[in-house]
């Protein structure tokens, strides 16, 4: 069994796109994030926190707006409107969860699709389906930047994804589809699952439930990917393969924590590059 390290392999693309930023602005252009956080959500908070830190280990700018979970909708639509404008800005991030009142939806679709990011603009998620050069949502991103940093085939596999959420399953099963792999998307209503999950040579886990892949769901020799950030009842952190046992039957593996985790944060950053990018060449 390998363990595919995604810490290392996040802090491998954090240098790259350093140096990048470097050559970006000799050229006059810095690139930017704007992030709009609404409330208090501790979680968020830290996700927040790490993005903020990445910009800044990486010279790229950021800029925070915190708005009070009472604004309105309006308030929140001029506020991406008025980033939308600015030409200074590069990237727009609007961290979810904001609060029920407001409609995220509309939010995430008025963020201009060369600003998206976090690859959540229709326009976006469309071109990523017919496989048009776009911003790809940035946990699908980091799995496919995995398996291609070590190397591991995708063309021609029979690909298993358990989740179908509009943030990883659904744009991840574009992404492998986009690299000739077969894939089945398994949910909370497939039967048998476990027949599914057997046959995959590839088996992403992205539902969110602590040591759902059990060893008797892997083929030997499979590929597992464990999308899922979950607190077990001591507080840690632990992912939704039962890590322990399928590692023994896996050929390569990801961890948790120091797998997919920091990847996104890394393809997040690496978005902000490429929209700065293109701003360069417009
Ligand atoms: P989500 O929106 O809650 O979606 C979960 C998906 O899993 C749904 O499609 C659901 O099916 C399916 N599901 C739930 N229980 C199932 C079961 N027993 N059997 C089969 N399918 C089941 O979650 P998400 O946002 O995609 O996140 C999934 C996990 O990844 C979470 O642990 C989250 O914290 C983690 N995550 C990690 C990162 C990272 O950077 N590593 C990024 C994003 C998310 P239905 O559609 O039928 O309800």
Do not use: W
């Amino acid at each position: 069994m390998k363990l595919i390290n995604g810490k290392e392999l996040a802090k491998k693309i954090r240098e790259g796109l350093k140096n990048e930023v470097i050559k970006l602005k000799k050229r006059n252009i810095n690139p930017k994030l704007a992030v709009i956080m609404v409330g208090h959500d501790k979680a968020s908070e830290v996700y927040v926190r790490n993005k903020s830190k990445a910009c800044q280990e990486i010279g790229i700018e950021y800029e925070e707006f915190l708005l009070e979970a009472t604004i309105t909708q309006k308030e929140l639509m001029d506020l991406i409107n008025n980033l939308n404008e600015r030409k200074d800005v590069h990237g727009i991030l609007l961290q979810s969860p904001i609060p029920e009142h407001l409609d995220i939806r509309e939010a995430f679709n008025s963020i201009d699709y060369r600003k998206d990011v976090d690859g959540f603009n229709p326009i976006n998620v469309g071109k990523l389906s017919i496989g048009e050069d776009c911003f790809i949502s940035c946990t699908p991103y980091g799995v496919i930047k995995m398996l291609e940093e070590y190397n591991i085939p995708v063309e021609g596999k029979r690909a298993v994804i358990i989740g179908r959420s509009n943030i990883v399953g659904k744009p991840l099963l574009q992404c492998l589809l986009n690299k000739n792999a077969t894939v089945t998307i398994c949910h909370s209503k497939t039967k048998n699952i476990e027949e599914i999950t057997r046959e995959a040579d590839i088996l992403v886990a992205a539902l969110g439930k602590p040591k759902f892949v059990k060893e008797n769901m892997v083929k030997a020799g499979a590929v597992v990917i464990d999308v899922g950030i979950n607190r077990n009842e001591e507080g840690k952190l632990v992912g939704d393969v039962d890590f322990e046992n399928v590692s023994k039957k896996a050929s390569y593996i990801t961890p948790v924590p120091g797998g997919v985790g920091p990847m996104t944060i890394a393809m997040l950053m690496s978005n902000v590059v490429k929209a700065a990018r293109k701003a360069l060449k417009e």
